[in-house]
């Protein structure tokens, strides 16, 4: 070992004077960090709180939804015809086709009163009373 040994121990010591303040700045600089981050945790853990008294608030509200209107009934078109065809409809269980109901009906299966069984129900679905699930299949609209 080469050189005066007070000089390599002051060497030694100061080195070691440096490395304590570095490690004194670090550690002042990881505490305003923690600092900062629990300060956002606080600020998180109240606004979820928030969060859950106003839903707890929300949940306990009356509901103040007014009914929805009842929606009318589409007026039936004048005609015995058309009371007969929604008689048969009522009783179905079933889509219809206008040759059933000219049977149901006890009408004779001949084209003319298919085709005008065919055209009213055609109308009947025009206004909203039947529906049409495919091509001439008819039935009553489900709520």
Do not use: W
Not at 90 to 106: Q, S, T
């Amino acid at each position: 070992m080469s050189g005066d040994p007070q000089q390599t121990l002051g060497a030694l010591l100061a080195r070691l004077e440096v490395r304590e303040r570095q490690i004194a700045v670090e550690a002042e600089a990881a505490r305003e960090q923690i600092a900062q981050l629990t300060a956002l945790l606080d600020g998180l853990a109240q606004a979820a709180e928030h969060i859950t008294i106003t839903r707890k608030t929300l949940l306990e509200l009356p509901d103040e939804t007014p009914p929805a209107p009842a929606t009318p009934t589409p007026a039936l078109p004048g005609g015995p015809a058309y009371q007969r065809i929604m008689a048969v409809f009522a009783e179905a269980d079933a889509p219809l086709r206008a040759r059933n109901v000219c049977e149901a009906m006890d009408l004779d299966l001949v084209p003319n009163n298919i085709n005008n069984v065919l055209i009213k129900l055609k109308r009947l679905t025009g206004r909203g009373i039947l529906d049409e699930t495919e091509q001439g299949l008819f039935t009553r609209p489900r709520p």
